[in-house]
């Protein structure tokens, strides 16, 4: 689908209609990413991405104007940075996932020509057809490699396709362009290319015997070149992307730097992040051994059993929260009645508090870099995915930053949305906070 062509805001003031969410709408109508809003944001986005029109939203609630700073400390693919870049405030981003991280930075860079940047496709296209063309052995994946990906996750031809293309892209090598030539072709591989579906976990589809690999690539780059001439006004508003581990932003940011905190980061809902990356960051090279894998796994907060590890103390950050040891504990034995004895659902009580702890961890680590008054909208949602045991995830996290100083200031409604494990509805929130000094 072409990204409508929309102007961004030249004036620092949010003068935008912002449509308050109604509890009412359906739940997926809310998250839907607007056809006016996908200049930048469409290049490459989770599927269940929070949207741009929600940043929005709180940047007028919290008056943020182009003076001030704005953080996302799990910022993903870049929706409040790239928000914030369009509206011409400045913005901060903290990603431990290689994958993503590298999508936010190249979505925040409008200083690329969009033609230069066709003519630049247009000739690897060209050479990569023509590789293809010829007589050859098929291009596969060493055993290790292949052993990181999601089994079929991608067939044969499309994946020898797409290695020729990976080798002219390479051969073709320039600055200025690799980074938007490369996230093209991760949005062509996860949309186009791949037997990946997401509904909204990502699963394996129909196999498909052959794929369009250059025209689907070439038709995303097109599309980031259409969106540059749109973007190009505001290609000078600062915004910075860590990749890092938000659980120490007290050591990567600069102490009484930041004003305001518009953020989503992971569910307690046993997901395990990494897949949904997983095809896109092995065949760009984000990922290239086991090891690797683990070691951005061990840079993200504990969501899910696949990532939990022996040394991990988190849970120390919330030994004393009766709520969440109550939950932990409760989960456990309806583990036990259940008769539930897999390494995975043995751990499922613990990876519950290292989530949290994680997560205060984050919220202590933060406080040096936040300015006195600084405004905090973190989205989260209730879960009940271990077990059936219901976790109110927006109350304790309120519950974890009153203790740690923060002032609560409300839990906004965002929406509802069907639990899979209950088939009930069940509330995703925004819990509002803010920062008032040193305590």
């Known amino acids: 689908m072409l990204n409508a062509e929309v102007e961004s805001p030249r004036s620092t003031q949010l003068s935008l209609p912002i449509p308050v969410p109604n509890s009412n709408r359906k739940g997926l109508e809310i998250n839907q990413l607007r056809p006016e809003d996908r200049s930048a944001h469409d290049w490459y986005r989770f599927v269940l991405s929070y949207p741009p029109h929600l940043v929005r939203e709180y940047l007028q609630k919290f008056k943020v104007d182009s003076s001030q700073r704005v953080l996302d400390p799990f910022c993903g693919t870049g929706t409040t940075p790239v ?5 011409g405030i400045k913005s901060v981003g903290i990603e431990a996932n290689a994958m993503a991280a590298f999508a936010c930075q190249t979505k925040l860079n409008w200083t690329v ?8 496709a247009e000739d690897i296209a060209t050479t990569a057809e023509a590789v293809q063309n010829q007589p050859r052995q098929p291009r596969t994946l060493t055993e290790e490699v292949q052993k990181l990906l999601l089994a079929d996750s991608i067939s044969p031809v499309p994946l020898d396709k797409t290695l020729v293309l990976l080798e002219e892209i390479q051969r073709h090598s320039n600055d200025r362009y690799d980074a938007h030539i490369r996230l093209a072709l991760a ?3 996860v949309f186009s290319i791949s037997n990946l579906r997401f509904r909204p ?5 129909v196999a498909k015997s052959d794929a369009p690999v250059i025209e689907s690539w070439l038709q995303a780059v097109r599309i980031i070149a259409n969106d540059l001439r749109t973007l190009a006004s505001q290609a000078e508003t600062e915004a910075i992307v860590h990749h890092a581990d938000s659980r120490n932003a007290g050591q990567i940011l600069a102490p009484d730097s930041i004003d305001a905190v518009i953020t989503s980061p992971p569910y307690p809902n046993e997901k395990d992040y990494t897949r949904t990356t997983r095809l896109e960051s092995v065949l760009l090279g984000f990922i290239n051994t086991k090891a690797e894998l683990q070691a951005m796994k061990r840079g993200l907060v504990r969501s899910n059993t696949r990532g939990v590890y022996k040394v991990d103390d988190d849970d120390r950050w919330v030994s004393h929260f009766p709520e969440i040891q109550r939950i932990a504990q409760e989960i456990e034995d309806r583990r036990i009645e259940l008769g539930k004895t897999s390494g995975f659902e043995r751990m499922y009580a613990r990876v519950t508090k290292l989530y949290f702890g994680g997560m205060a961890k984050h919220l202590a680590e933060l406080r040096s870099a936040l300015r006195p008054g600084a405004q905090l909208a973190y989205v989260v949602g209730d879960q009940a995915s ?3 045991v219901m976790i109110r995830t ?8 009153s203790e740690l100083g923060y002032e609560v200031v409300n839990i906004d409604l965002f929406r509802t949305r069907l639990a899979t494990a209950t088939k009930e509805q069940i509330r995703e929130e925004v819990v509002v906070l803010r920062w008032n000094g040193k305590q």
């Open 386 to 388: 271990y077990l059936r």
């Open 201 to 205: 976990e990502v699963s394996i589809g």
């Open 83 to 87: 928000e914030c870049k369009k509206l």
């Open 113 to 120: 020509d969009p033609d230069a940047l066709i003519r630049h």
């Open 187 to 189: 949005k062509a591989l």
């Open 394 to 401: 927006g109350q304790l996290l309120a519950d974890i930053a």
